[in-house]
């Protein structure tokens, strides 16, 4: 069964857009914040709540994992060093262990 979702239609240029209601809850503070920086913005609060929630959801949906850390990703090049010798000094301590009990 199908959940029902009150909708309503919104015009944009002419254009009709059929926009799904939803409802959320703010505590006084964060109530308060969104009135004042939608101000700030000259937007409605729906609008800033809308902008803020679809960046939000295009971050977390980003198509892969590399695209979030595309600003970061292969800034710092090192040369390895002792990284690089890890997996074998991890392999003698464990064989020296074993040798020792």
């Given at each position: 069964m199908e959940r029902w979702s009150p909708?309503?239609?919104?015009?944009?240029?002419?254009?009709?857009y059929?926009?799904?209601m939803r409802s959320l809850r703010l505590n006084s503070e964060l109530d308060e914040k969104v009135q004042r920086a939608a101000a700030v913005k000259?937007?409605?609060?729906s609008e800033f709540i809308r902008q803020a929630a679809a960046e939000r959801a295009d971050q977390t949906l980003a198509a892969r994992p590399s695209e979030r850390f595309a600003d970061v990703a292969g800034v710092i090049h090192?040369?390895?060093?002792r990284a690089r010798?890890?997996?074998k000094t991890f392999s003698e301590t464990l064989a020296?262990?074993?040798i020792d009990k």
């Open positions: 909708s309503v239609y919104h015009i944009v240029n002419r254009e009709y059929t926009v799904e000259g937007e409605s609060v090192g040369r390895g060093g010798r890890t997996g020296q262990r074993h």
